[in-house]
């Protein structure tokens, strides 16, 4: 916007000053003399600021994200079952589980052995892999070799099955990725070796070069669970499902009657992602993905199943993270 300023401008100004020394006190003399104003008018620009209310969207924001998977040559698969007398009843639920899983595999490429979540078991298993074109027949009868046993130290029979059975490394493959389904109607108590599940996931996550995934079949805190009788606070598998959660693995109740869906997803998930369905309901305008810090933008969102499709497949390591606004009270969440 342009303004017409008025200012008065000095046409001639000037000012004479002297300083006169003498033993009084110091005296000046001003003399000025000053010749009369001009008005001049003078054009020039003034920004103008509009002030404008920008409404806030309410709303939480949230952040999903995952390490693309490496490269792997296949996968080899360990089941850890809890061979405590109380797990007998689930015996019929662990073979249709392993039958879903079989069913899920790619046809080729993938070894499966089941081992006890005792440790001092898991170290002398020396039971040949499932392997392509085996069925539940096979699954029930290498089920039927792990023997009753009282420790249930799943993070433990992992450990020394890995590196203290010499008869793991006839079948396990270094270049393979590694899933580990831990099956317990109670709580992990590896608690001397691995205080912390965290502790576990240090020595897991850096086995096959980052490539190890994870799933639990447990029992799920009270408020979440589906058993009819209510899980005892110290049955609930807490350090299994923070070992599976550090990893994004996928948890299923040990009371579902069907654990299928959970299995399959645990199959699926040692595969590299090629979509992501978000946690939350997202407000579409929001959504941003980065990979490796940078904004990326080969990707579309379907709001119909809440997923996000990348149409170029992120590279092997790189981090993905899909930030976005939701709305906390909604009833569309995808997940927790």
């Known amino acids: 916007m342009k303004l017409l300023l008025f200012v008065s401008a000095l046409l001639s100004c000037t000012q004479d000053y002297a300083v006169i020394n003498s033993q009084e006190p110091e005296t000046i003399v001003v003399t000025e003399t000053i010749t009369e104003t001009e008005t001049v008018e003078v054009e020039v620009e003034v920004p103008v600021y509009v002030e404008v209310e920008v409404p806030v969207n309410e709303g939480v924001i949230w952040i999903d994200s995952f390490t693309q998977h490496m490269s792997i040559d296949g996968i080899d698969i360990l089941w850890v079952v809890d061979r405590s007398g109380s797990m007998n009843r689930f015996n019929a639920d662990l073979l249709l589980g392993v039958e879903a899983m079989l069913g899920a595999l790619p046809v080729s490429d993938w070894r499966l052995v089941m081992i006890n979540a005792d440790p001092t078991r898991a170290v002398t298993s020396n039971e040949f892999p499932l392997v392509p074109g085996d069925d539940i027949d096979d699954a029930a009868a290498m089920l039927a070799t792990l023997t009753s046993a009282y420790l249930e130290e799943g993070f433990n029979a992992v450990y020394e099955y890995i590196n203290h059975n010499p008869y793991s490394s006839t079948w396990m493959r270094p270049d393979a990725g590694l899933l580990v389904v831990f099956v317990s109607d109670e709580e992990e108590q590896s608690d001397i ?29 009270m408020e979440d669970s589906i ?10 598998g807490d350090r299994y499902m923070e070992a599976t959660n550090l990893l994004g693995g996928v948890i ?41 810090g940078a904004l990326n933008h080969d990707w579309y969102y379907q709001e119909s199943d809440n997923t996000v499709y990348f149409t170029i497949i992120p590279s092997a390591g790189q981090l993905v993270e899909i930030g976005y606004r939701y709305i906390e009270s909604d009833t569309g ?4």
């Not at 058993?227 to 609930?236: A, E, F, K």
């Open 227 to 236: 058993c009819d009788w209510g899980p005892s606070p110290i049955n609930v």
């Open 252 to 292: 299923v109740d040990i009371c579902d009657s069907d654990w299928s869906p959970g299995v399959t997803d645990a199959t699926h998930s040692v595969e590299p992602y090629e979509n992501l369905q978000l946690t939350h309901k997202a407000e579409i305008d929001s959504i941003r993905v980065f990979i490796d």
């Open 333 to 336: 969440d995808t997940g927790s």
């Open 193 to 221: 070796e691995y205080p912390n599940a965290s502790d576990f996931i240090s020595w897991y996550g850096s086995q096959r070069m980052g490539s190890v995934f994870m799933a639990s079949v447990v029992n799920v805190k």
